[in-house]
C-alpha cells in the first residue's frame, strides 16, 4: 500500500505519527475537507504533469487551478495531465491519494505553487484516499524535496 510507504518515508523525520487517516474518502479536495474538518483551500492536492521523459508533480492549494499559460512560460511545454496508469507508472499512488511523498520514479520533480502560502498549515495526501498530514509550507517544501516554489496557478476565487 501506498500509505505505508509514504509511512516509512516519514519516519526518517520522525513523522510517521502524524498521518491522518479517516475514515471517510479523501480523494477529492471536497471531501479530504469534510473528513479534515477543514476549507477546501487548504487541502494540498498534487497534480501530475507529463515531460517528454517524466513527470513533474505541482502542489497548489485545493482552491486553484493551473493556469495554462503560466505554466507553459514556466515549464516550455503544454499542461498535460498523466493518466491513471502513468501516475502509478512514475509516482508510484493512485488517483485520490497522490503525494509529493515516497515517489517511485526518483527523477520526477515536485514544484510547490504559491498559492498555498496564504496558509499557516495545509494538508496534503498520503498516499491512500483517506490519508493526510498537516504541514506548515516549510515543512512541505522539506519533506516533498520541492525543487522550486512557483506561480503557475489561478485561484477560484478572488482572494490570494
Known sequence: MSIEKVREYFKQFGKENAIIETEQSSATVEL???ALG???ARIAK??????????ILIVTAGDAKIDNKKF?????????????????????????????FAIK??????????TMKRFDSI?????????AIELTCDELEKYSNC????????LNCNEL
Open 46 to 55: 498534487t497534480l501530475s504533469f507529463k515531460t517528454p521523459d517524466s513527470c
Open 147 to 154: 525543487a522550486e516554489w512557483v506561480d503557475v496557478c489561478k
Open 123 to 131: 494538508f496534503p495526501a498520503c498516499g491512500s484516499s483517506n490519508s
Open 32 to 34: 479530504a475537507a469534510q
Open 72 to 100: 507553459k512560460t514556466k515549464f516550455g511545454i503544454k499542461a498535460k495531465m498523466l493518466t491513471p496508469d502513468e501516475v502509478i507508472k512514475f509516482v508510484g499512488h493512485e488517483i485520490g491519494g497522490v503525494c509529493p
Open 38 to 40: 477543514v476549507e477546501p
Open 105 to 114: 520514479d526518483s527523477s520526477v520533480k515536485v514544484y510547490c505553487d504559491i
